[in-house]
């Protein structure tokens, strides 16, 4: 189960039994961007690999001129991609996103960084901005079913309650 507030689960939801660990992301530090980078590109060799997927992983994997052969060159690799990224802004989800585009690219992964981190925090000011504008209609909306039912004076009748006067007021007349 996961929320962005769990102060607004119902107990129900959150008693023991029910939820036994509570694990709370916080946003990458530099250390744990690099961690994720080398996890991602890690030299792996995968021997006799009997499924046509790992096959075609290690082959794309492999055919990368930018791969990096060597422990030192990942940690190299790595290194290079912290620097263009921000301490604590972005959080795990958003940084693996990042290295999934480039999945089988590391080198693309390093030159590219500042440009996602710009598009990024357009992408989050946008956002904000259209929660402002939301919430913002929001009031209005409000404010306008009030002065309505204000300036209503007179409670309305139901259509059944109308038609049942009609017809008294018809019997009568005959």
């Known amino acids: 189960m996961t929320t962005n507030h769990i102060e607004k689960l119902d107990n129900a939801l959150t008693r023991p039994g029910r939820i036994?660990?509570?694990?709370t992301f916080q946003k990458t530090t530099t250390e744990v961007a690099k961690q994720m980078f080398q996890s991602f590109y890690a030299p792996k060799d995968i021997e006799n690999p009997t499924s046509w997927a790992i096959q075609d992983y290690v082959k794309r994997k492999h055919s990368s001129c930018d791969y990096p052969s060597s422990?030192?060159?990942?940690?190299?690799?790595?290194?290079?991609?912290?620097?263009?990224?921000?301490?604590?802004?972005?959080?795990?989800?958003?940084?693996?996103?990042?290295?999934l585009m480039y999945k089988y690219r590391p080198d693309k992964a390093i030159t590219n960084p500042?440009?996602?981190?710009?598009?990024?925090?357009?992408?989050?000011a946008k956002k904000e901005q259209?929660?402002?504008?939301?919430?913002?209609?929001?009031?209005?909306d409000v404010a306008t079913a009030t002065a309505t039912a204000v300036e209503a004076k007179t409670p309305r009748r139901s259509a059944r309650g109308r038609s049942k006067s009609v017809r008294v007021k018809s019997r009568k007349r005959a």
């Open 130 to 140: 259209e929660k402002i504008q939301q919430i913002n209609e929001d009031k209005e």
């Open 71 to 99: 422990e030192w060159e990942l940690e190299h690799m790595a290194s290079q991609f912290v620097e263009g990224l921000p301490e604590g802004e972005f959080s795990p989800a958003q940084l693996q996103g990042y290295l």
């Open 114 to 124: 500042a440009a996602w981190v710009q598009f990024a925090r357009e992408e989050e």
């Open 20 to 23: 036994d660990r509570i694990i």
